[in-house]
């Protein structure tokens, strides 16, 4: 929930919650704050009163201006699944990762008001977090049979029900869903093979899952440096993932199934502690409670404030690259071109990559645009239903760590 706009607030927080008003911090001198150096060390711990004192700025006079700018971000909220009725009705869902949703609510918002000020095309959209649909909307899927009864343009993320083997027979197969985008990928996509090729699936960017390494909990034990490094019996009760209440993420389940078999995800589970949001996992880390190994997306990662006490290991053979998935129904790709173009561009790409999101695209760069990343391929994505799969996982898995979560 986003909170209250106030000067008790952390700097990092007001940037985080309203974007807009980095613009104010740095027109009255306090850039150092919001830059990338200062978001990492000192906006995480300095309240706007302090850096108003420090500076000699006006508290009242400043707020002010703070208040009107973070009205622009509200304004530029997108609405949620609570307000529609129909999902036939939508031109576009999205459904995405706790990182991307704010600012791809912002950017989709302010595209859409001037496509629908400068070409009269209003467009019914609705952009909601990914964890909050994962058993209800997701469930809601399977029991679909039209495809008018799906949005025109669906964006997820993870590996999720329209990569299970009903959703693909029904509409993908058949070319009534089908990707969208024709640009040059970079080259850590291609040497992944995130990039479809059958233009059925659209990768708009991933989710880089990584390890962090509380540092006081590793002790004298060697950092891990790729995936397999988590499955010894020195990490026993030592990992934390994302997951909780009976679930873990399958993100980082399925690629150790696929690589290693029943024995290492057996292996993974004796060596779970727990089952966190990543929100959750930072909290932790910068209490100082117990967890050696926290498996967590990218950009969780450097909220931690107490960047002495972590170490961030993008693992040599690539971070887990949980998608964000963009399909359009095929019928609608040439009157609803000018939004897919959108979606797919260098724009939004940027937003992306400013996020923490690798995107595809050969010609952003960034810093997550140029490390490694581990898919888990299509040929495996096909070769059998990801749904059962996911349940044949958990049926192995969760026996193991059911006594320690």
């Known amino acids: 929930m986003k909170p209250a706009l106030s000067a008790n607030l952390k700097v990092a927080d007001v940037i985080t919650y309203y974007p807009s008003t980095k613009a104010v911090f740095i027109a009255h001198g306090l850039d150092i704050l919001v830059s990338e150096d200062g978001m990492r060390a000192l906006s995480p711990f300095l309240t706007v009163r302090t850096a108003l004192r420090n500076r000699f700025i006006g508290e009242t006079g400043f707020m002010k201006i703070l208040e009107k700018s973070a009205e622009a971000d509200d304004m530029l909220e997108a609405p949620g699944l609570q307000d529609v009725k129909r999902q036939g009705d939508l031109t576009l869902l999205a459904l995405m990762p706790c990182g991307l949703k704010m600012p791809f609510s912002r950017a989709i918002t302010s595209f859409l008001e001037s496509l629908k000020r400068e070409q009269n095309i209003e467009v019914k959209y609705a952009v909601e977090g990914n964890l909050n649909q994962e058993l209800s909307y997701y469930s809601y899927v399977e029991r679909i049979e039209s495809v008018d009864e799906l949005p ?16 693909y027979d ?24 995130i990039v479809e090729p059958n233009g059925e699936y659209s990768i708009l960017g991933v989710n880089p899952l990584v ?58 589970g004796d060596n779970v502690l727990q089952g966190l949001h990543p929100a959750q996992m930072i909290k932790r880390i910068d209490s100082g409670a117990p967890g050696a190994i926290y498996v967590m997306p990218e950009f969780f990662a450097h909220r931690a404030r107490r960047k002495d006490r972590i170490r961030i290991i993008w693992p040599e053979d690539g971070a887990l690259a949980s998608p964000v998935t963009l399909q359009v129904k ?24 400013g996020a923490r999101f690798p995107v595809p695209h050969g010609d952003i760069t960034g810093e997550v645009q140029d490390k490694p990343l581990m898919w888990l391929g299509w040929d495996y994505l096909r070769r059998d239903d990801l749904l059962e799969l996911n349940n044949e996982i958990d049926t192995i898995f969760m026996p193991q760590v059911k006594s320690e979560v």
């Open 211 to 268: 390890m962090v390494a509380n540092l006081d909990e590793v002790g004298d034990r060697s950092l891990p440096h790729c995936w397999k490094d988590l499955l010894d019996p020195m990490w026993k009760e030592s990992v934390t993932l994302r997951g909780g209440n009976g679930f873990f993420c399958h993100a980082v389940l399925l690629p150790t199934y696929q690589r290693y078999g029943k024995e290492g995800l057996e292996q993974l």
């Open 170 to 193: 029904k509409f993908v197969s058949g070319g009534q869903m089908c990707g969208y985008g024709n640009f040059l990928p970079n080259s850590y996509y291609t040497d992944a093979g």
């Open 152 to 167: 025109d343009i669906i964006i997820s993320a993870d590996f999720n029900t329209f990569y299970g083997r009903r959703f």
């Open 330 to 353: 095929s019928s609608k790709v040439e009157e609803l071109r000018p939004i897919l173009d959108y979606l797919t561009g260098k724009e939004l790409g940027q937003v992306l990559v």
